[in-house]
């Protein structure tokens, strides 16, 4: 059961889903459930997307990283600041396709009270700016900016 389940380190998504393995051996979908996570002890994750780096991308942030350190005295190394900020989406989009709404069979729509049956926004979503510096000392508090404010070297 465990093949079925977890993907092989050599041939990458060849795992089965619940449903497939329910299949495959005649047990119930529910009984292959239990049996991946109480019996194999397994946890189902979420894939997140990030960034695939080649071996040359690592080769060029290695010379770039050792050509900056050649470039600065060892003591002024522990004064280089590298500052970055990012923009976090508080209010993201929302998909309505699983917010219902349950009223007694018989009634009519036009007799539910508007608010229920409304889902308002905003024209622009709300978001965060989170800035932050570090240094081979230390690194800075993280700063928080709010849409629509503006920042400059002050």
Not at 84 to 100: L, M
Request: net charge positive; aromatic share 8%; charged share 25%.
């Amino acid at each position: 059961m465990g093949d079925l389940v977890l993907s092989q380190e050599d041939k990458p998504k060849t795992h089965r889903l619940t449903r497939q393995i329910s299949r495959e051996t005649n047990i119930h979908c529910s009984s292959v459930h239990r049996i991946i996570h109480f019996d194999l002890q397994l946890k189902c994750l979420k894939r997140r997307r990030a960034q695939q780096l080649s071996e040359a991308n690592r080769v060029a942030r290695l010379t770039r990283c050792k050509q900056l350190l050649k470039r600065y005295d060892n003591s002024a190394v522990d004064f280089i600041w590298f500052a970055d900020d990012k923009v976090f989406t508080v209010e993201p989009p929302f998909t309505s396709q699983n917010d219902r709404v349950y009223a007694p069979v018989g009634t009519k729509k036009q007799f539910i009270q508007p608010s229920r049956l409304l889902r308002t926004r905003s024209t622009f979503s709300k978001s965060v700016m989170v800035s932050v510096a570090v240094s081979k000392m230390s690194a800075t508090e993280l700063m928080f900016v709010d849409f629509g404010v503006k920042v400059n070297n002050q």
